[in-house]
Nanobody, 123 residues
Framework: QVQLVESGGGLVQAGGSLRLSCVASGRTFSSYAMGWFRQAPGKEREFVGGITWSGDSTSYADSVKGRFTISRDNAKNTVYLQMNSLKPEDTAVYYC????????????????WGQGTQVTVSS
C-alpha cells in the first residue's frame, strides 16, 4: 500500500509559479512511476505529466509542455510538479498518482492516488 499526500497548491496570478509536492509513504516509492493529473470543475480528469521510477524520463501533456517540470527525489519519497507561466486554464485540483511499471497516460492505470490540492490561477 502507498499513501500519497499532495501540497503546495494555492491562488496565484496568471504568469506566476507554484511548486506542488507529493510525499509518499508505505511501500517502496522508488519502484513506482508517478503521474500528475488534474481535474477542473465540469471537466474530466486529464493527464498532466509523468516520471519514471528512476527519474530519467518525463512526459507531459501538450498543454503544459515547456511550462511544467516534473522531478522526483527518491531519498525523500517525493515527486514535484514545478508550474511556471501559469494560465487561468490551469485552474484545477491536481492529483499525484503511483503505479508499477511505466508511466501511463490514463488515470485508471494508476493504483494509488492522493487527495488532491487546489490550484487557482487568476487573470
Amino acid at each position: 500500500q502507498v499513501q500519497l499526500v499532495e501540497s503546495g497548491g494555492g491562488l496565484v496570478q496568471a504568469g506566476g509559479s507554484l511548486r506542488l509536492s507529493c510525499v509518499a509513504s508505505g511501500r517502496t516509492f522508488s519502484s513506482y512511476a508517478m503521474g500528475w493529473f488534474r481535474q477542473a470543475p465540469g471537466k474530466e480528469r486529464e493527464f498532466v505529466g509523468g516520471i519514471t521510477w528512476s527519474g530519467d524520463s518525463t512526459s507531459y501533456a501538450d498543454s503544459v509542455k515547456g511550462r511544467f517540470t516534473i522531478s522526483r527525489d527518491n531519498a525523500k519519497n517525493t515527486v514535484y510538479l514545478q508550474m511556471n507561466s501559469l494560465k487561468p486554464e490551469d485552474t484545477a485540483v491536481y492529483y499525484c498518482a503511483a503505479r508499477s511499471g511505466r508511466v501511463a497516460y490514463r488515470g485508471y492505470a494508476y493504483d494509488y492516488w492522493g487527495q488532491g490540492t487546489q490550484v487557482t490561477v487568476s487573470s
